[in-house]
């Protein structure tokens, strides 16, 4: 390139100084130092005068070309000039500062790339390996399988040949026998033959009356011949090879399963609340349902809420106290749990008929039914999914298994060195917090046992570190808008907020809750909790 054409383009538009080091990205133009203060001067429009490496970093104003946006109109969602912010379309809008909310925008961006979505691809990463470990050692034990069945096919095939080897001897050597004796009789009768032509000869050339008289014929013996021997020798017949008697290789199955997607969502490891917590909780409404045995709730609206307890019977009651609707199941027998989605339908789980089901126009639907396995308690995911707690016919095992309709996308039953995340007994809630970790109350286990949406373990709640020595009975779990995880134990009737991270950060303990069982946060984040022996359902504020 020519050196002086590129120190002309570089001039400063005042003196014309070649090799300008300064740039105005409001006027597009080329200035020396010693020529800033001078372009800064003129007041008829806004200016930046930036080195030439930071060229082209101003945001100017998409309304106003000739201004810089130096503000962020958070209800349009567009930079502004300081001549937009004084307009009547964006009266009464808040603002901020242009820099603040776009480092805003890249802190969150990047804490969510360190903290959620970087960890993410590193463990499906870790996956691949085990992937080809699992690929390898599955080929060398059917390798050795396959080895294994030719030798035993072998030795068979040498017993079996051994077996008519032997088998064949026998028969020729009976055979062979009947052949000699047949071959020495025939010997002996031509022996006799021989020697009665002989015989007959001698009596024709004799004189000896007396022989002659004596003669006796001996052709009416000669005359039975021996029995001919009707021989069907044994053959061998062989039987075609059929490749399916060896054995065959089950086809190669690849199929891509659809991942949880990574929504917007907090990162792990902050407990920093967007509002906060009430210093004494309160109950703002009281429900006396028919209920009896109230087991489970789940929040249609902030006003309506569906219950169910120790009858095939589900009710809808308002805040009012009214019953709206009641539906009884399919099968005449109880719910085990219910559950709201997000189009607001009811899903309820039958242990009696394997059943998940759910309430559609008035009208139930059977979407999953199991065979070895029991559905117990239930909850919707924020993907649109079902997260169905299982137990095994012998109540020897749990598992979570997650529904895309009535497909099964995930099942979560032992942690990466093959030991059970569960225990065994029944009585356990399921909860999605807004992180996508799924939370189950473990009753049996005596804690609330967390993995994140690939059914990876987090951590384990057994109560604060100060009450160890007390007893810990979880039942009832729900999680809330801010990751907040609410949690009843049924040993002091008292209700546990942890964070989402398993950090233990109060009690919800004056609202006088008689043995609390199922939970429901509302979009308000309120608190729905069921009683199991009074017959009652409360709703409890504990965010200001």
Request: glycine letters at 2%; a negative charge; hydrophobic letters at 30%.
């Given at each position: 390139m020519d050196q002086r054409w590129?120190?002309?383009?570089?001039?400063?538009?005042?003196?014309?100084?070649?090799?300008?080091?300064?740039?105005?990205?409001?006027?597009?133009?080329?200035?020396?130092?010693?020529?800033?203060?001078?372009?800064?001067?003129?007041?008829?429009?806004d200016h930046k005068v930036v080195s030439l490496k930071k060229r082209g970093s101003t945001t100017k104003c998409p309304k106003h070309s000739s201004n810089i946006s130096v503000l962020y109109c958070q209800q349009c969602d567009i930079p502004i000039c300081t001549t937009c912010a004084s307009s009547e379309e964006h009266h009464g809008h808040k603002f901020i500062e242009l820099m603040e909310n776009k480092r805003e925008v890249i802190q969150k961006?990047?804490?969510?790339?360190?903290?959620?979505?970087?960890?993410?691809?590193?463990?499906?990463?870790?996956?691949?390996?085990i992937h080809f470990a699992d690929?390898?050692?599955?080929?060398?034990?059917?390798?050795?399988?396959?080895?294994?069945?030719?030798?035993?096919?072998?030795?068979?095939?040498?017993?079996?040949?051994?077996?008519?080897?032997?088998?064949?001897?026998?028969?020729?050597?009976?055979?062979?026998?009947v052949l000699h004796k047949q071959e020495d009789e025939i010997k002996h009768t031509i022996s006799e033959i021989t020697q009665s032509i002989a015989d007959l000869k001698k009596l024709l050339d004799t004189n000896d009356?007396?022989?002659v008289a004596a003669y006796k014929s001996r052709n009416a013996k000669f005359r039975r011949l021996p029995p001919k021997l009707k021989v069907s020798l044994p053959r061998f017949i062989p039987r075609g090879f059929n490749k399916e008697l060896f054995g065959s290789l089950t086809a190669l199955s690849l199929i891509k399963e659809e991942r949880c997607s990574i929504i917007n969502s907090p990162v792990a490891g902050s407990s920093i609340l967007d509002k906060p917590l009430i210093d004494a909780p309160r109950i703002i409404a009281k429900v006396k349902t028919e209920v009896k045995f109230l087991g489970s709730v789940a929040c249609l609206s902030e006003n309506d809420i569906w219950t169910c307890g120790e009858d095939n019977i589900m009710r809808l009651y308002n805040l009012q106290g009214e019953l709206v609707q009641s539906i009884h199941s399919k099968s005449g027998k109880n719910p085990w749990d219910i559950a709201v989605t997000r189009t607001g339908d009811l899903v309820y789980t039958d242990d009696k008929d394997r059943s998940v089901n759910i309430l559609k126009k008035k009208?139930?639907?059977?979407?999953?039914?199991?065979?070895?396995?029991i559905p117990r308690n239930v909850c919707s995911a924020s993907s649109g999914d079902f997260l169905v707690v299982m137990t095994s016919d012998d109540e020897k095992q749990t598992k979570v298994v997650r529904y895309s309709d009535a497909t099964e996308k995930q099942s979560i039953q032992f942690d990466d060195k093959g030991r059970p995340l569960y225990s065994p007994d029944c009585i356990k809630y399921i909860s999605e917090n807004r992180n996508l970790d799924i939370c189950l109350s473990d009753y049996g286990g005596h804690a609330v046992v967390v993995v994140n949406q690939a059914g990876k373990f987090r951590f384990t709640y057994t109560g604060p570190p100060s009450t160890k020595k007390q007893s810990f009975d979880p039942l009832g779990i729900a999680t809330d808008s801010q990751g907040l995880i609410l949690i009843a134990n049924i040993n002091t009737?008292?209700?546990?907020?942890?964070?989402?991270?398993?950090?233990?950060?109060?009690y919800i303990k004056n609202c006088a809750l008689q043995n609390p069982r199922g939970f429901s946060v509302d979009t308000s984040d309120n608190l729905f909790v069921v009683e199991y022996y009074s017959y009652q359902l409360k709703k409890i504020k504990y965010y200001i």
């Open positions: 590129a120190q002309d383009v570089l001039r400063c538009h005042l003196c014309e100084t070649p090799s300008s080091s300064m740039y105005c990205d409001i006027c597009h133009i080329y200035l020396c130092k010693a020529c800033v203060g001078e372009h800064l001067s003129d007041e008829s429009q961006d990047l804490q969510e790339l360190e903290k959620l979505i970087y960890p993410q691809y590193q463990e499906i990463a870790s996956e691949i390996p690929l390898n050692k599955n080929s060398q034990e059917l390798t050795t399988a396959i080895n294994q069945h030719q030798d035993d096919l072998y030795s068979e095939i040498d017993t079996m040949t051994k077996t008519l080897k032997s088998y064949l001897a026998k028969m020729d050597s009976k055979h062979l026998a009356a007396s022989l009208k139930i639907k059977t979407l999953i039914r199991t065979r070895d396995w009737s008292c209700i546990h907020v942890v964070d989402q991270d398993g950090q233990f950060l109060r």
